[in-house]
Nanobody
Framework: QVQLVESGGGLVQPGGSLRLSCVAS????????MGWYRQAPGKQREFVAS???????NYADSVKGRFTISRDNAKNTVYLQMNSLKPEDTAVYYC?????????????WGQGTQVTVSS
């Protein structure tokens, strides 16, 4: 059974930084695309960043230049370094683990971690 456990959220002032972590268990971490999504109150969940098994990255326009996704396959962990945080970054951040094998799609989610950017 796949489990994703996020950590690192909290309250930070505008302009500050946080690093989120997501530890995966129950599957072969290295073959999956890992991603981060977020959901603000009253809004739909939206894409933030992703990194493929080949280390290709993709970012939402709203976070480009401020957020950096990385992964450590030896630790089954994906990170999201968030700098220059803005109040509009306030949301619950979710870790995602995805793979399309061609026959089956594997899509797993963590429970989320709250990030609040406020003075």
């Amino acid at each position: 059974q796949v489990q994703l456990v996020e950590s690192g959220g909290g309250l930070v002032q505008p302009g500050g930084s946080l690093r989120l972590s997501c530890v995966a268990s129950g599957s072969i971490f290295s073959i999956y695309t890992m991603g981060w999504y977020r959901q603000a109150p009253g809004k739909q969940r939206e894409f933030v960043a992703s990194m493929t098994s080949g280390y290709n990255t993709n970012y939402a326009d709203s976070v480009k230049g401020r957020f950096t996704i990385s992964r450590d396959n030896a630790k089954n962990t994906v990170y999201l370094q968030m700098n220059s945080l803005k109040p509009e970054d306030t949301a619950v951040y979710y870790c995602n683990m995805f793979r399309d094998s061609g026959r089956l799609v594997y899509n797993y989610w963590g429970q989320g971690t709250q990030v609040t950017v406020s003075s």
